[in-house]
């Protein structure tokens, strides 16, 4: 069982940064593939980045450019560095990694970009 726990999320307006954090109970080197996901008001859960263990990482293409993951192993931790925020990123934002045969989430963080 893999425990991750988000922060990080808040209110900023549009144009601002904000930094969210993943921390994971398993190590990394255990892990098949991590990223980011996102659900706003009213929609379905969409990807925003993914990153397979050794290959690179893949930006939807509505956050590319603007949004970049990031990993501290010796902390367990991912980061999803969010600039330049639009109302339309306005979500609940999810980490999620396979490890092995499992699929684990968090428990998601507010992000509200307001215009």
């Known amino acids: ?9 808040g209110l900023v307006q549009a ?6 954090s993943c921390a994971a109970s398993a190590t990394f080197l255990s892990i098949n593939v991590m990223g980011w996901y996102r659900q ?6 969409e ?3 993914r990153m397979p263990s050794g290959g ?8 590319k450019g603007r949004f970049t993951i990031s990993t501290d192993d010796a902390k367990n931790t991912m980061y999803l560095q969010m600039k330049n ?5 306005t979500a609940v934002y999810y980490c999620g990694m396979i ?6 989430w968090g428990q998601g963080t507010q992000v509200t970009s307001s215009s």
């Open 85 to 89: 925020l639009k109302p339309e990123d």
């Open 99 to 104: 490890v092995g045969m499992g699929g684990y």
């Open 40 to 45: 706003g008001p009213g929609k379905e859960r």
């Open 56 to 63: 690179s990482t893949i930006y939807a293409e509505y956050v």
């Open 15 to 20: 144009g601002g940064s904000l930094r969210l």
């Open 1 to 9: 069982q893999v425990q991750l726990v988000e922060s990080g999320g």
């Open 47 to 49: 990807v925003v980045a």
